[in-house]
């Protein structure tokens, strides 16, 4: 082999390699953005074609509430577009990315909830609405308040620490020690996309039932211990507005990672 050849194919190997862990890094797309593959769709009202057309793939999104949804669709109905679309797959140990951002439209119960959808984890029972865990995604126009990285957990209450108006607040800084289940509000982020027609990353950090961590733009906004539940599906919703989601992926654990490598 000539000096050239061996330069060639050194450097091929070294862009196949560079692009393995820039790319990959452990990651996998459960989302091909072509379509829905791998992942089953169900709404309120049970209606399987109407599911098809709630969830649209467009452009390597999956838009819910498209141009195929007048706008004010069904306000104040009986929400019947309320639902989600879920993996097939249970998982356990898990860094799950993806991104959103907020439409125009609006839908279903909007008027009390405002801008609202979310992605649920360690989902045991997928009914309407899910046994499960929750990432809130969620803008109030009326407070300019975000609500995105909240936690709405089912059953159980978590182990949780928080300040004086019950927003997410470590230990360290003063937190104070509380069981929570419900609605678990988190920090106010120092950035985050509302109505301005950009992308929001988000990161869900879950093992097993130790813990969960919610990532906004990748700031830290919500601890949650003792989780309720260690495994299960993953569902993102439609609920009361137009929504696009994006880059979704997922790496999986075979063992707890500790929690201090993420804080």
């Known amino acids: 082999m000539n000096k050239t050849v061996f330069l060639f194919s050194f450097l091929h190997l070294l862009v196949i390699?560079?692009?393995?862990?820039?790319?990959d890094n452990g990651f996998k797309k459960i989302f091909n953005g072509k379509d829905l593959d791998g992942?089953?769709?169900?709404?309120?009202?049970?209606?399987?074609?109407?599911?098809?057309?709630?969830?649209a793939?467009?452009?390597?999104?999956?838009?819910?509430?498209?141009?195929?949804?007048?706008?004010?669709?069904?306000?104040?109905?009986?929400?019947?577009t309320h639902g989600l679309f879920y993996t097939r797959k249970k998982y356990s140990k898990f860094i799950l990315t993806f991104e959103y951002k907020w439409g125009d439209r609006v839908a279903n119960n909007f008027q009390r909830w405002q801008y609202d959808a979310g992605c649920y984890y360690h989902v045991?029972?997928?009914?309407?609405?899910?046994?499960g865990i929750e990432y809130q995604i969620r803008y109030d126009h009326t407070q300019s308040q975000n609500h995105t990285g909240d936690f709405w957990v089912s059953k159980k209450p978590i182990t949780w620490y928080g300040d004086q108006e019950s927003r997410y607040l470590p230990a360290e800084k003063g937190g104070i020690k509380a069981p929570k289940k419900g609605e678990v509000l988190a920090a106010n982020p120092k950035k985050f996309n509302a109505?301005?027609?950009?992308w929001n990353k988000c990161e869900v950090?879950?093992?097993?039932?130790?813990?969960?961590?919610?990532?906004?733009?990748?700031?830290?906004?919500?601890?949650?211990?003792?989780l309720?539940?260690?495994?299960?599906?993953?569902?993102f919703q439609s609920e009361t507005a137009e929504i696009f989601y994006r880059n979704?992926?997922?790496?999986?654990?075979e063992e707890v990672i500790p929690m201090e490598k993420w804080l």
Do not use: C
Not at 195 to 198: D, E, I, S, V, Y
Not at 248 to 253: M, N, Q, S, T
């Open 17 to 23: 390699n560079l692009g393995f862990s820039q790319q």
């Open 39 to 55: 992942w089953y769709l169900k709404l309120k009202s049970g209606d399987e074609e109407l599911a098809k057309k709630v969830y």
């Open 57 to 80: 793939v467009e452009k390597g999104t999956v838009h819910v509430f498209n141009d195929s949804f007048p706008d004010q669709y069904e306000l104040n109905g009986d929400n019947a």
């Open 124 to 131: 045991v029972d997928d009914k309407i609405w899910p046994v």
């Open 195 to 198: 109505l301005n027609g950009k």
């Open 205 to 226: 950090i879950v093992m097993g039932d130790e813990y969960a961590i919610h990532k906004l733009n990748g700031e830290i906004v919500n601890v949650g211990t003792d």
């Open 228 to 235: 309720p539940f260690s495994e299960g599906v993953i569902g």
């Open 248 to 253: 979704i992926k997922i790496r999986e654990f």
